[in-house]
């Protein structure tokens, strides 16, 4: 989340990940993000929380169909188009966040427990040219057993390359 105060609140209400639904249960949970990761856990959260936000910068959602179908016919509160403008807090723990609506200057405070934010993520690559020649244009290239040509490291999925691969 790129906003100058949120690393005080990682872990303090603001998660990337749910790695123990429970945490959030009676709790206000707000998720933010469009795609599958997003609406899954805004459904898995929805019995367990008191309340349960979708906040997406986008009118549509990305998901797949039968996903949005249901995230839609849930208790669900959606609130699109916004995107997170600030968060704040009480004795270091997250306790409200400011949405801005897209193309407008009207904003919301929503009082919450916990941010979920499920945004993905964007690849850095740059470092692959100091790896040597065996890294060239964005790839990795490997051997049948995925091995680079640095003892010990392997890659995996679309960032390898190797003889034959058909693209």
Request: glycine share 8%.
């Amino acid at each position: 989340l790129n906003l100058d105060n949120a690393e005080a609140f990682e872990n303090h209400g603001l998660d990337y990940f749910v790695n123990d639904l429970m945490k959030y249960a009676g709790k206000k949970v707000a998720i933010a993000g469009g795609g599958d990761s997003a609406i899954d856990w805004a459904l898995m959260l929805e019995p367990i929380a008191s309340e349960v936000y979708l906040i997406h910068r986008r009118p549509e959602f990305r998901a797949h169909e039968h996903s949005v179908s249901r995230l839609k016919s849930s208790s669900v509160n959606l609130l699109t188009p916004y995107l997170i403008d600030g968060l704040s807090g009480n004795a270091g723990e997250l306790s409200d966040i400011r949405l801005k609506k897209v193309k407008s200057d009207e904003t919301i405070d929503l009082m919450i427990d916990a941010l979920i934010v499920n945004y993905g993520f964007t690849s850095n690559l740059e470092h692959l040219s100091s790896w040597g020649p065996d890294s060239t244009r964005n790839a990795i290239t490997v051997k049948s057993d995925m091995s680079t040509y640095i003892p010990g490291v392997y890659a995996a999925g679309d960032i390898c390359t190797y003889e034959g691969k058909v693209k």
